[in-house]
């Protein structure tokens, strides 16, 4: 049983990640290079829907001396993430709460110059999504950064078809039974609800963000920044 929207278990989600994401882990390393170039003076940096803590341990490579605040809709995932960033002092690393980003609140928290959230906000319906999105702008600091990654809806329906044929390949190329990938992809457009492109910047356009732009793309997963 999963511990939050995600299909996988705390235990399990990083294993379950690498199956289902194509070069799931340059997530990770392609945001800490944009942070650097963006916000390389950051001091506070919030992950919401943080997981196990991956984001936080590749950024904290690069930016050691950063407080970083973590928070996650799944208490069991706050707690392995803790688990997961023992190395990070315990003053650096600041636990936010077991809530999503639409009901996140940082008051008695430092104001963080990055907020990310990876493969975290796809699970909403468009209130909700708009919601977390406007969040993210309100929490952030001034030409602060928001980078998000999120599975994504191409612009026709033979695209789609195609997308979600290589991606059932993919996972089955990682050792998952063909069973267990079509169990995936059926979650696509059910359990989760992609957007294209274009609704994405229209979001963070609309919630405030003077700079919005698309920065990495791969099959269906796509990532973008804002700033305020």
């Known amino acids: 049983m999963s511990d939050n929207l995600s299909p996988y278990s705390a235990h399990e989600y990083d294993e379950g990640l690498r199956k289902t994401i194509p070069y799931y882990q340059n997530?990770?390393?392609?945001?800490?290079?944009?942070?650097?170039?963006?916000?390389?003076?950051?001091?506070n940096w919030l992950d919401t829907g943080c997981g196990t803590g991956n984001m936080v341990k590749e950024a904290f490579r690069?930016?050691?001396g950063v407080r970083y605040l973590i928070a996650d809709p799944s208490q069991q995932m706050i707690m392995q993430s803790r688990l997961n960033l023992?190395?990070?002092?315990?003053?650096q690393l600041l636990v936010v709460g077991a809530m999503g980003t639409e009901e996140l609140d940082l008051t008695g928290f430092p104001c963080p110059q990055v907020i990310t959230a990876s493969l975290s906000h796809h699970y909403f319906?468009?209130?909700q999504r708009l919601n977390a999105t406007q969040n993210c702008y309100d929490m952030l600091d001034d030409e602060g950064v928001y980078i998000t990654f999120e599975n994504i809806l191409p612009n026709t329906g033979q695209?789609?078809?195609?997308?979600?044929q290589r991606w059932m390949a993919y996972q089955v190329s990682q050792g998952k039974t063909e069973e267990e990938a079509s169990e995936h992809i059926q979650r696509y457009?059910?359990?989760f609800f992609p957007i294209t492109v274009d609704e994405h910047l229209e979001i963070l356009k609309?919630?405030?963000?003077?700079a919005a732009e698309l920065f990495w793309l791969s099959h269906l997963q796509a990532g973008f920044y804002a700033i305020k």
């Open 27 to 43: 997530i990770y390393s392609e945001t800490v290079d944009l942070v650097k170039h963006v916000q390389p003076g950051v001091r």
């Open 62 to 64: 690069s930016f050691r």
């Open 86 to 91: 023992g190395g990070i002092p315990q003053t």
């Open 125 to 127: 319906d468009k209130a």
């Open 159 to 164: 695209g789609k078809e195609i997308a979600l």
């Open 189 to 191: 457009g059910s359990a």
């Open 206 to 210: 609309n919630a405030g963000f003077r």
